[in-house]
Structure formats: structure tokens, C-alpha cells
């Protein structure tokens, strides 16, 4: 089994990277390479895995680099006895994606992107990383002919406003957002690409992921994360947007489950419709922050500073509530029920 | 008022020019001028107009061109005093889209592309044409500073199977072809360059044009033209699908009036969403073949022959069938109300 991640250096792809590397399997079979994409070097590499133990995740994060994994860099077998190759470069680029898919892949997880904050701003990096990446990418797989599982790791800003107060799966398709418009326009990729065979694609619209471990990122649903991560380490956070804003959250720990998950679904069951709205927990604003006053007492919740920003709140109004997600349950995603689950993970993931 | 179209060679594209031509103006202002492009030369350019005379639009067909406008060439002033330049080349190739938005255009009708059948069974082309070329489109109106009213011809592709009986305006979108996936594509770029805007766009979802005048092209829906206008003038025509198929159908001489219509729309009042599906007639093939005989008489209808095929079937069958249009309907978009009004439209404009 060879496994391709891009955008490895991310959040995302170092938690699934150390999940890979301490199960030393996907889909029951053995992993016996794994490539690991970005534009900055995955930090992942570095740390020995230990099959079937679960890695510290903190212990990922601001790992100084061997410098031979500065570049692309064919590193050594794992602990668990695979190979693990990391790729510096842009995707969008002419031929990196090529040199990607060179070992022809079984399941690639694609999870490169630049965050909506980010896609915002600079409308063109938005395009170029968000939906050239993408495109690079399965026209290289077309050219190599391999047909892989391809796990796309969308997103539920694909959905515009207005939105009823449970959005099914079959909601229309208006983005309000380049970011969300360059998902959507990748999921469209996606579903043609699969329906040609020429790879076998499932898209995963992620809820917000909460609590978002490290430092903020420039996502507009940063603070989402902040009023939880902040007040549980004795930090003051910003409320940026009004307590009755409502939103779908997911771990990161789940999220990483659903790619897994994602990687071993059935193609038939799924049908033509590749693209599935993720489970999470629609809770409000007060409701995250009643669920931190549960979790962590009242001097938490005291940590929170209420300061309204417009620029935040243009882009969260028009974002989509709660989900159905039916289609994805019945396809065995799994969520977590309660905020206070989603607090919980965070402790024992993070903060052990 | 300067106006550029794009894919003017095309069916649509000369019955709206002969239609400029005809007005002398729009959005009640004079043309002062008329840029026509196509990978072809517009053969339309060569028709002397007559301001405020109705066109015969079979005279565009099979005219010889003159000479000097094989290539890039300045026209001079048409009749009614406007000036007709046409342009002969790729959109999609670097440089040609600037060329085009050099002389500002207010209004651009963007109705370059290739047809359902041929972006099929030519995957690079279809994606060059429909995708690229509208992105270099709208990247050069971005370069150029200029936000036109730009119109642009979707397609009910966008949609896929299954269907309800109506289908309403907020159905979510799941093409089954490369032609539906690349026009929903670019009705996503459409809609992120009017937010951010850039350009003042309307998407417009045609119905299949029915009855095509000509010649077939490689749309995989030319039969529900051919079992019409063959038998009209005495010629067999074959029937590929089954008689119960539905479908949803405007004449050329309507789809004309949509685009005009469209570019002077007030953006304001249409929205964030600013892909509209258009009005039309939906009816079975028996029910095209009953209007049939009412316009022509049974020995019209004897000229059908029924003759399977599965290629054009696979394709038709994940067709949209009727749709309640009913913003565009709001809006001021006006259809036919039966088939055989269709058929006259087609004697009419055609025929005589």
C-alpha cells in the first residue's frame, strides 16, 4: 500500500501522517511507502514511529529538521518498515505533481490548500493553490494512468447563505467566498474525473475543525477555535462575532477518522454523487462557551473578550449552520454528539 | 455602447449579431461598437444591416467571407453606423482574451464553447474551451479594470439525475457530463468574479435550442432538432431515445431574447446568485412528435424513424426534464407556452 499526502505539513496532514505511521496499515493492508507533500517540509518525517503506538501529536509541531529532509529527500524505512519520502514544491507548478503520483499511489489523500481567510485576501494565491493544485494533480494522475482512491479534503464553504435551519445533502451549491467557490469548483473536478475512472475520488466537505491546536491561522473561523484553546491554558481570547452565530465543528481527531474512513469507502455504495457533507455538532457560540464553563469552570469562560470585527463577521454570517449529513452517516462517518466531546479530545490530544 | 461577443460563429452567436445589427442598439443605447470573436471567422460581420430591419437569419449561413476578414481585421462602419471588427482565434491562448477587452467593452456576450457531444468525447478540448477559455475570459476582464455586464451561456447540464417532475431553481447541482461540470464551473467563476466585482455577470442556464437551424453539430441532443426540422422539408429523420423522454426546449429566436434581455437586468436585483435557469417548454418526444403533426400533417410524422442508440442514450437519459424557472420568470425572462409555438417560430425565422 503506497499513500500520497499533499499539504502534509499542515494541521491535517501531520495528525494523519502520525496517525499512518503509528497504525503501519489503511484499508488492512500494509503501507509500504509513504510520500508526503507541501511547500514547507513536512516536520512528520522526522519523528520515529512506533507501530501501533498513537504519537504525541504536540511533539509534531516545532520539531527542528534533519536538514537532509530540507528538499525532496528520500528518507529512510519507518521504525514500522516503511519508506517515507517527502516532496518540497509547489503543485500548481509544472511537473511536481507529476513527480508525485511517480510511484503510482493506491490511496492519495489531497489536502493541500490555502485557508479562507488566506484565499480571501490574495485572490490569485487562492486560485493557483485551491483549484490549479487540484487540477495539477488529477491531470497528472490521468497522465500516469493509476486510478487511485483519492480523498479530497473539501469543505462545508462550498454552501452560501440563506440556509434552513438543517441544510440537507442535496442543499445547492452557492459559495459566498473564493475559498469556498475554489472547493466547489474542485469538487466538480472531482465527480468528473471519477465519473471518467480516471481516479476514484471521494470529496469530504470538513466541518470547522475545533479546537484547532497551535497558534491561529489566517481562516476566519480562527476564533471559533481561540475562545476554547486560549482560556484552557489560563489565555485571554477575542469573541469577534455574536453568541447566537451557530456552526458545524469536528475534532481534528475525527477529522483525521473521516479520511481514514474516506480511504476504505466502497466506490458503488457512494454512487456518482462523490462529494459528502460531514457529520459534526451544530451548537452555537454560547453554547461552545457553556460547554467550556462544564469542562473548565467559570475562570475559563471569564478568559473570553467579546470584540466585535467586521471583516471577520462578513465572511462567518454567511457560512451554514447545522448539517444532516445523512448521507455520510449512512455511509458510517462517525462525529462526536456533544461541544463537550469535542473539549475533551482536545485535552487528551493536545494537552497531555 | 461597445459589445463583444464571443463564439460569434456559432448558431447563437450569429442570430444575436444579426439581431445588434437589426437594433442599432441596446439597453436602449447606440452600438457604437461591435467586436465579434470566434476560433472561426463570424461570418455574420459580411451582412450589410439595415438599422431597425429584422434580419433573415438564413442569409448568415454559407456566405462567402469576404477575404480581409479572414483574421483579425478592422470592419468598417456597418449601415447603421457602428463599427464590426472580428477577431479569429483561441480564447484559451495567451494573449487573445486581452485582445478582446482592449477596446473596453460594456456589454460581452460570452457564448464560446464546445458542445455537449464533443466536450465528451474530447476531454483536453471541452475542458480547454469551456473552462479555460472562460477563466481567461474573466482574467482578462480582471487585468483590464473594466466590471462589463458580461452574459454567459450555461446550460441545464449543470444538473444531473435523478430529477423531481419540476425541477426547481435551488437544485443542487451534480453533472453527468464534462459539458455539465465545465459550465457549472464556470457559473462558479461567474459568481466569485461578480462578488469581488469584477465583472457584472449573468449566467444564463439555456434550454436545449429547439428547432436548431442547419445542419447537426455534435450536441448530443441534435435529435430533438432533427425529428422537427428534417421532416419540415420533406427529409427522414432518425429518433435515438425512447418517446417518453422529456425535456425542456426554447427556440433560437427566445434564446436570443434572453441574452438580451439578461444584459440589462439590474444586477441588484438579481443577487448573489447570479446563475438563473431559463424558462422553456418541457415536453415528451411524443408530445414534439404530436406538435409535429398538428403544424405539418401525418405525412411529417411518418419521416421519424425510431432507430436506439445506446451512445446517445447514456447521455440523455441523465437529462433535467421540466423547470420551474421561476426566478428568471420574476425577472422578466418570457418562453414560449406550447411546442407547437415552437415549430412556428422555426417556419418563420427559417423557412421563408
Known sequence: MRILITGA????GRKLTARLMADGKLNGRKISQLDLQDIVPPPATVIPAQAGTQLA?????????????????????????????????????????????????????????????EAEANFELGYRVNLDGTRALFEAIRAAQISPRLVFTSSIAVFGAPFPVVIPDDFHLTPMTSYGTQKMMSEALLADYARRGILDGIGIRLPTICVRPGKPNKAASGFFSSIIREPLVGLPAI??????????????????????????????????RRNLTMPGVGVSVQEQ????????GPQAVALIEERPDEAI?????????????????????????TFDEIILRHIEDELK
Chains 1, 2 share one sequence.
Open 9 to 12: 505539513a499542515g494541521m491535517i
Open 313 to 337: 463577521w462578513s465572511i462567518v454570517k454567511n457560512w451554514p449552520t447545522r448539517f444532516a449529513a445523512t448521507r455520510a452517516l449512512a455511509l458510517g462517518f462517525e462525529a462526536e454528539k
Open 289 to 296: 462557551i457553556d460547554a467550556l464553563g462544564r469542562v473548565a
Open 239 to 272: 469573541l469577534p462575532v455574536p453568541r447566537d452565530v451557530v456552526h458545524h465543528f469536528t475534532s481534528p481527531r475525527t477529522a483525521v477518522n473521516f479520511l481514514i474512513h474516506a480511504a476504505g469507502l466502497d466506490g458503488n455504495a457512494v454512487g456518482p
Open 57 to 117: 501529536i504536540n511533539s509534531l509541531r516545532d520539531k527542528k529538521l534533519d536538514p537532509r529532509l530540507r528538499g525532496d529527500d528520500e528518507g529512510g524505512d519507518g521504525d514500522n518498515g516503511f519508506k517515507i519520502t517527502t516532496h518540497v514544491g509547489d503543485l500548481a507548478a509544472a511537473g511536481t505533481a507529476a513527480g508525485l503520483v511517480h510511484h503510482k499511489p493506491d490511496v492519495i489523500f489531497h489536502l493541500a490548500g490555502v485557508v479562507s481567510g
